[in-house]
């Protein structure tokens, strides 16, 4: 079955620079997600889209953007890195409304390294 | 404010015996609640939830989990561990019970670690 598809999977910057981190969801997947999860530490949710509007928001810095295209993909774009960036990037999907609506699938992660 | 808590860094079993990873939620309105595993350097797996229903819940790899209400508790089990299933696994409810689209809350994780 096809899974959530992250792109890249490693990424290296420097401070002050931009990312773009790019999330396919699951096919007929309508609801993406993001969570930042920090080296030893618990996944945290940063933003959601449903239908290509913001859903939610959470601890996403205001450095950080995203959105959510007319084939579902999204991407969030993260300006003026710093160190503190560094961490694994997780993308999940879920179809709102539909048969196991309520369980989000994730992608293997974006690892970001800010130098 | 929808949190769950996994009292235990760290679990040590040995192969072949009954697993038991703890996981206690705080909730307000119904809780749903998952559990994921996490292996190094992978994404999160999804294992198994409670939404509603029968409190023992089956899922992937032979785990289950008991719901119980009266101890606010959501604990993960397997009845005979296996070395592969060294894993980080973490419990996590979602923050917005009434919206299906709502984020998932996660505990801190729990390391399992199962010696041959």
């Known amino acids: 079955a096809a899974g959530v598809i992250q792109s890249p999977r490693h990424l290296i910057k420097e401070k002050r620079e931009t990312a773009t981190l790019k999330c396919y969801p699951i096919p007929r997947h309508d609801t993406v997600y993001w969570y930042q999860q920090g080296p030893g530490q618990d996944p945290q949710f940063l933003i959601s889209?449903?239908?290509?509007?913001?859903?939610d928001k959470g601890s996403i810095p205001d450095r950080f953007s995203a959105q959510q295209f007319s084939d579902y993909h999204s991407e969030l774009n993260m300006s003026s890195l710093e160190l503190g960036d560094s961490a694994l990037y997780f993308c999940?999907?879920?179809?709102?409304?539909?048969?196991?609506?309520?369980?989000?699938?994730f992608g293997p992660g974006t690892r970001l390294t800010v130098l | 404010a929808q949190s769950v808590a996994q009292p235990e860094d760290q679990v040590n079993v040995a192969e072949g015996n009954p697993l038991t990873v703890k996981c206690t939620y705080s909730v307000s309105g119904n809780p749903y609640l998952f559990w994921y595993v996490q292996y190094p350097n992978r994404g999160l797996q999804f294992l198994l939830k409670y939404i509603t229903g029968d409190n023992l819940v089956k899922g992937s790899y032979g785990f289950e989990a008991e719901f119980n209400k009266s101890q606010t508790s959501f604990h993960l089990k397997k009845p005979s561990a296996l070395v592969s299933d060294s894993a980080l696994y973490f419990c996590a409810v979602r923050g917005l019970p009434e919206r299906s689209q709502g984020n998932l809350i996660f505990g801190k994780g729990t390391k399992l670690s199962v010696k041959p």
């Open positions: 889209f449903y239908e290509k509007m913001q859903s």
């Open positions: 999940a999907s879920t179809l709102t409304g539909g048969v196991g609506t309520d369980t989000q699938y």
